[in-house]
């Protein structure tokens, strides 16, 4: 295996094709210039305790064992087990290697890789920004059963005999139909993840309750403003998109909607506990206007907020 070491303090580098991520690792010419799968075990090794940031122009999923420190963005990941994860163009993926770990520690996996311009004027080009796990942390990665890792693993299997066969006017659409069951399956995983994984799931529910009741209570509201779900999200160290979808798994509200209950809760105790005017208690919620106040909370209550204080009176 190739090992290689940054000094000092690296740049990111930045992978416009795939041939040339082949190319930095040392590897064959890929088969297909737009879709490759390379095995992981083949990529060459960081050998210091210094990080290097990789940006890629094209997608990348990633089922890996034995990978050690992973950082997507700001956040770390300890890859002791096999899990996914899944970079869209242009996101910036770090990796570190401790040089007291050991260097030829066993890997194992795969990475597929998708350039864009394959799915250029396919059904998948069209619907593959739904799938919102490309916007999830590595830290929220996919853990997967030896049951679900077969699945994809054969999928993967498929999609690298149909492009190592010759490449005809159906190989394309063979290839798009395989990753977008790849997706699909992931998808579903991902859905179970949130269902299976109960206490970690609960605490971050727990850690959100917890959060918002103290920004609302918190004497600084009305110039801090309205807690945004990029607030929240970084509060709690995870994601906005895997929050959100946690979120909607678990209670069926996004990250916006649970915000603007506690909101509410809170406007309601205000309007039937205090003499303060509506533009007061705007103001202490954090508005900025009156107006958008009222609107939101009779959007949410089906009354205007002197409504609502009068029926309670």
């Known amino acids: ?25 040392d590897l064959p010419q890929p088969e297909h210039p737009l ?51 899944f970079l869209s163009p242009n996101q910036v993926l770090r990796v570190e290697q401790n040089p007291n770990e050991i260097i030829n ?24 920004k739904r799938y919102e796990f490309f916007d999830y942390s590595v ?46 399956y992931s998808e579903r995983f991902y859905n179970r993840q949130f269902i299976t994984r109960d206490k970690s799931n609960h605490q971050i529910l727990d850690q959100l309750e917890n959060l918002l009741i103290n920004y609302f209570n918190n004497e600084d509201l009305a110039t801090k403003g309205l807690p945004t779900v990029q607030y929240i999200a970084g509060t709690l160290n995870i994601s906005p998109k895997y929050l959100s979808s946690l979120l909607k798994m ?3 509200q996004s990250t916006q909607q649970h915000i603007h209950e506690k909101l509410i809760e809170k406007a309601k105790e205000k309007l039937s506990t205090t003499y303060l005017s509506i ?35």
Not at 12 to 24: D, G, Q, V, W
Not at 105 to 128: A, M, V, Y
């Open 1 to 25: 295996m190739v090992k290689f070491a940054f000094m000092g303090n690296p740049k990111s580098i930045r992978f416009k094709t795939i041939t040339e991520y082949h190319r930095f690792n």
């Open 35 to 85: 879709i490759s799968i390379v095995d992981y075990a083949k990529l060459k090794q960081f050998t210091s305790g210094n990080s290097a940031g990789m940006i890629f122009d094209f997608y990348t999923i990633s089922l890996k064992r034995g990978v050690g420190k992973m950082f997507y963005g700001q956040q770390q990941y300890d890859f002791d087990e096999g899990v996914m994860y």
């Open 105 to 128: 520690q066993e890997r194992s996996g795969w990475i597929l890789l998708i350039h864009p311009d394959f799915l250029w004027n396919t059904s998948l080009g069209k619907t593959i």
């Open 139 to 184: 830290n929220e990665a996919l853990f997967l059963s030896d049951k679900e890792e077969k699945i994809l693993n054969d999928i993967v299997e498929n999609i690298k005999q149909e492009y190592h066969a010759n490449i005809d006017r159906f190989s394309q659409n063979i290839i798009i139909s395989h990753i977008e069951t790849l997706l699909n």
């Open 250 to 252: 678990l209670t069926g």
């Open 279 to 313: 533009s007061e208690i705007a103001y202490e919620l954090g508005f900025e206007h009156s107006q958008s106040f009222s609107k939101l909370f009779k959007k949410k209550t089906n009354l205007s907020p002197l409504e609502f204080r009068q029926s309670f009176n």
